[in-house]
């Protein structure tokens, strides 16, 4: 089956310093990529649709200076989030749906867990 | 507006009992809906979906969910619960009629199997 690498997995960093997260799929082409944030006991927010040569669409709150978005490849979009403060710790998601017809399912990775001090 | 809900926060049930997981959704056009699965520090993992067809959707893991169009319903169960399906379900849906992949996520149900 279609499998999304995420990367890091855990990552802990300074308030004031930028934090890359990087999402991949493995075995599969992704021309959109879904960037989720969960909160504790939370569901998931969709934060952005990162679109493969182009700019990514960010829904409405979400701050596009703090959360860039880069979809280089057809394989790859990260997220960085910049100038990271203690707020934006959180659980942090990318899916990809995969290619080949329109099953609406999407592939998940397997999340970042980003602590700010 | 469009949304998903999942009643309950937390669902227990004994080993070996059969659970159900509910939701139910308001959404225009066609829906698609789906069931996802967390693991603790996990990303989301597909269960099942319906898409058309047969209102009873068969998925990983022994899930099952049903379609009920008139009650607007896409509850998930299982005959009988193991103790290593706790986790946290989402159910999801999307109006493909839209063209998107933009999914309704639920606020997620908490099962917990006893043993």
């Known amino acids: 089956g279609a499998v999304v690498s995420q990367h890091p997995s855990r990552v802990i960093c300074k308030s004031g310093t930028s934090v890359k997260i990087e999402c991949r799929s493995l075995?599969?082409?992704?021309?959109?990529m879904f960037w989720y944030r969960q909160f504790p006991k939370q569901s998931l927010m969709l934060m952005a649709t990162s679109n493969e040569g182009s700019k990514a669409t960010y829904e409405q709150g979400v701050e596009k200076d703090k959360f860039l978005i880069n979809h280089a490849s057809l394989t790859l979009s990260t997220l960085t989030v910049t100038s990271a403060h203690p707020e934006d710790s959180s659980f942090y998601i990318c899916?990809?749906?995969?290619?080949?017809?329109?099953?609406?399912?999407?592939?998940f990775g397997e999340g970042s867990r980003l602590t700010v001090l | 507006a469009q949304s998903v809900a999942q009643p309950e926060d937390q669902v227990n049930v004994a080993e070996g009992n059969p659970l159900t997981v509910k939701c139910t959704y308001s959404?225009?056009?066609?829906?698609?809906l789906f069931w996802y699965v967390q693991y603790p520090n996990r990303g989301l993992q597909f269960l099942l979906k319906?898409?058309?067809?047969?209102?009873l959707v068969k998925g990983s893991y022994g899930f099952e969910a049903e379609f009920n169009k008139s009650q607007t319903s896409f509850h998930l169960k299982k005959p009988s619960a193991l103790v290593s399906d706790s986790a946290l379900y989402f159910c999801a849906v999307t109006p493909w009629d839209s063209g998107t992949y933009k999914y309704i996520f639920g606020t997620g149900t908490r099962l917990k199997v006893l043993a």
């Open positions: 899916s990809a749906p995969t290619t080949g017809g329109n099953t609406g399912e999407l592939f």
């Open positions: 075995d599969f082409q992704a021309t959109t």
């Open positions: 319906y898409i058309t067809g047969d209102n």
């Open positions: 959404v225009s056009g066609n829906p698609y």
